[in-house]
């Protein structure tokens, strides 16, 4: 895809062109969004806006359409753009992005549209546990088509804010390919949150299960993820180990919970132990 990276930075009209023309083709979003991203990292913000409204035009054509993914994809990537290239820190991006995320979730941006009764319905009938556990929910006091609201709403925030992850990795390795070869694995390596980066999350975190304000619990493990992730590819990279050790572990990261806690957990220690640094002077 780097050829593609090279034609659309000929100049502004050749990415604005590739951003609306990908991100109004069905399921191509993620293209359009990286390609704003590409430009916001290469030029900033102010000269990249051309691209930024031509990926937003169609998007917003999609947030009529009742899909709301498309364009808060491409605003949530290019906030990521914008932290990264000013502060040069994956962490603060990953952070600003989960709040960025976060405050959409609390907004009713990713609420379904009409009535989740009939949702509901569905979902008790195809599954007595989820059936039990709802009726337990109720019991309890809770509002069942709330928290299937809630829940529809953080599933499509989370998946939202990964992809905009994924789409800003995309950026940033064309970026690196084209201007700076082995730049992104050197820079993605690195990543680990600093001690105060963890304090925010932990703060971010419990204010939000004190105040009610539950998508700050739900995104705010995103960035400790992504760190524990980094970490991980560090240590392969560093022990120069064979790249099917990394096709083995995204296959137990996307199919088992305990692999995610593992991570997690990792990243978590890694914050004040820095695995890579103490690894690389053994070495």
């Known amino acids: 895809m780097l050829v593609l990276a090279r034609w659309l930075m000929r100049g502004i009209p050749y990415a604005a062109a ?26 900033g913000l102010v000269p990249a806006l051309p691209v930024l409204i ?5 998007a917003g054509w999609w947030w009529s ?45 990713f609420t379904p549209p009409g009535d989740t009764r009939l949702m509901l319905e569905e979902l008790r009938e195809g599954s007595p546990e989820i059936d039990r556990m709802l ?3 109720t019991s ?8 299937a609201e809630l829940v529809i709403s953080g599933v499509t925030g989370l998946v939202v804010l990964l992809a905009s992850i994924g789409c800003l990795a995309l950026a940033r390795s064309w970026q690196a390919g084209l201007y700076n070869p082995g730049g992104f694995r050197e ?8 001690p105060r980066e963890l304090a925010v999350l932990v703060v971010l975190g419990v204010a939000g299960m004190l105040l009610g304000i539950a998508p700050l619990a739900m995104l705010g493990w995103v960035p400790l993820l992504i760190a524990g992730i980094a970490l991980v590819h560090g240590v392969i990279g560093l022990k120069g180990m064979n790249g099917l050790w990394l096709v083995a572990f995204y296959a137990l990261l996307i199919t088992t919970w305990p692999t995610i806690l593992i991570v997690l957990l990792l990243g978590l220690i890694d914050t004040l132990a820095n695995f890579r640094a103490r690894l690389a002077r053994s070495n």
Do not use: K, N, Y
């Open 65 to 109: 359409q009742g899909d709301v993914i498309p364009l808060a994809s491409v605003l949530l990537v290019t906030l990521m753009a914008v932290i990264l290239r000013e502060r040069m820190r994956w962490s603060e991006a990953l952070i600003g992005g989960s709040l960025a995320a976060s405050a959409m979730i609390q907004l009713g941006i």
């Open 135 to 137: 009726t337990e929910f």
């Open 18 to 43: 590739g951003a609306a023309l990908a991100t109004l083709v069905p399921w191509l979003f993620w293209l359009g969004a990286a390609i704003a991203a590409l430009t916001t990292l290469r030029h």
């Open 140 to 147: 309890q006091g809770f509002d069942t088509q709330v928290l």
């Open 54 to 58: 031509a990926a937003a035009l169609p």
């Open 187 to 194: 820079e993605f390596h690195a990543l680990r949150l600093a």
